[in-house]
């Protein structure tokens, strides 16, 4: 069974709620990469009431296994994140905020009293992935992969015609 949180009763009491997630309970996150290496560590703290209404912070730490974006290999990604999330009641209510209070780090949503944390995580998570995930060192990776796959088309980087000489003397 998915953990929910009270998130109204987490902010009023300041608790700290904190476990572990797997990719199997994060189907949307699944679509976006290839492997969860390990889990995906998540805290929770309840922060009281921050400008006006309930607030908490979610924090999470991972790692990933993307497709590079040079050279189609997997590549691991680390992800992490620390927002701040205030809550409204109702959808009306977030609606009426103005939306400049709403900061790089910190959201306002509609609260529950049965979040589910797997979707919560699961939703900043793909946020916080990178559009072209890349190998540090993808250049030498590039070349590699080029020689490997032995392509039948002459590869730029070693024109036949340079060895050509060497066949002469047979
Ligand atoms: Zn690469």
Redesign the pocket.
């Given at each position: 069974m998915s953990l929910t949180l009270d998130v109204f009763e987490i902010a009023r009491t300041r608790q700290t709620v904190e476990g572990t997630l797997e990719l199997d309970e994060m189907p949307e996150l699944a679509h976006f990469i290839q492997a969860l290496e390990g889990s995906l560590k998540f805290s929770v703290t309840g922060l009281g009431i921050v400008e006006r209404l309930p607030a908490a912070s979610l924090s999470f730490e991972g790692t990933v296994v993307m497709q590079?974006a040079?050279?189609n290999?997997p590549?691991s990604v680390p992800v992490s994140r620390e927002l701040v999330f205030r809550f409204t009641k109702t959808e009306a209510e977030a609606n009426a905020l103005p939306l400049d209070e709403e900061g790089d780090d910190e959201e306002v949503i509609v609260g529950s009293r049965s979040l589910s944390v797997a979707d919560w995580v699961q939703e900043e998570a793909i946020l916080s992935l990178p559009a072209m995930p890349?190998?540090d060192d993808?250049e030498m990776?590039?070349e590699n992969t080029w020689s490997r796959l032995k392509s039948p088309i002459p590869s730029p980087l070693s024109p036949r015609s340079s060895t050509e000489p060497e066949h002469h003397a047979l």
């Open positions: 590079c040079r050279c290999e590549v890349l190998h993808c990776d590039y």
